[in-house]
């Protein structure tokens, strides 16, 4: 999944200056290379947290030279350090991950085009939705190919990406797009959340999350399938949508509502793994 996407990200940049679609490309290709190494030798922390933000760093370091803002320079600095790490945590059931992402660039893409972005964040986004599309028949229950670490680092590194440049856009497309991720954060911050007001190693693997949980106690993952894709279906992509007229809050709604829907899926004891 992850050499066609890079190639294909890669041609809208082909008018670009070559040490701004090098850095944008090398960007995205550094995020499948650390995960990679992770799926194969189990990377430490220290050292996969280091590759995750020189993602970041290129993808700032490319927005400098194409003249872009302050804001942006930073936003992209340390916003992929937070997608990639929240899109790796909830690839742990099948399925889950791809079509959740099938449905944040789908829309996004669409919301993207309606205005007619100038920043490159429409043809991004639909590549990164067909991509995911054309693995997806092969990861749904029960998955007989992987997204692994490569493919999840990627997609958190093409969100913020997106997200960043959607702001640059105009600024409600920005909030649209932060919309369309707050199922996979909002699952995020409210297990991470558990974990520290009751005192555990919060930065250590754990099977703690809404969806594992669900898949725990149903022993189905279709079941956590239906969770994740019902509050991108029915709050996340309806609230990236009025944020197109109302700015903000309808993205801290979605935000707030599936960060409780998450907060009491993951309640209760913790996940047991079983055999599915």
């Given at each position: ?66 003249g872009a803002s302050a804001w ?143 898949v725990a106690r149903t022993g ?57």
């Amino acid at each position: 999944m992850a050499l066609p996407a890079l190639l294909a990200m890669a041609w809208p940049m082909i008018g670009s200056p070559p040490a701004l679609a090098s850095s944008t490309v090398l960007a995205f290709a550094l995020a499948v290379i650390v995960g990679t190494l992770d799926d194969l030798a189990d990377l430490p922390t220290l050292p996969k947290l280091l590759g995750e933000a020189m993602v970041g760093g290129l993808l700032a370091a490319s927005a400098w030279l194409d003249g872009a803002s302050a804001w942006t320079v930073t936003s992209l600095a340390l916003l992929p350090l937070i997608t990639q790490n929240a899109f790796n945590f909830v690839d742990g059931s099948d399925g889950l991950l791809a079509l959740v992402a099938l449905g944040i660039f789908a829309a996004g893409a669409v919301l993207s085009w309606s205005v007619r972005d100038a920043g490159g964040v429409t043809f991004v986004g639909a590549v990164a939705a067909a991509a995911v599309a054309g693995f997806l028949p092969w990861n749904l229950p029960r998955a007989r190919v992987f997204m692994g670490d490569g493919g999840s680092l990627l997609l958190g590194a093409v969100y913020a990406w997106c997200t960043v440049r959607a702001f640059d856009a105009r600024w409600e497309l920005g909030w649209a797009w932060l919309a369309l991720g707050t199922p996979i954060v909002g699952d995020v911050a409210a297990c991470l959340l558990r974990r520290m007001a009751r005192g555990a190693e919060w930065w250590r693997a754990h099977r703690e999350h809404a969806y594992q949980r669900v898949v725990a106690r149903t022993g189905s993952h279709g079941s956590a399938l239906a969770w994740a894709m019902g509050l991108e279906l029915l709050v996340a992509i309806p609230a990236a949508i009025a944020c197109m007229r109302f700015g903000s809050m309808p993205a801290m709604l979605a935000l707030a509502v599936c960060a409780m829907v998450a907060w009491w899926g993951g309640s209760g004891r913790a996940a047991v793994p079983k055999k599915i």
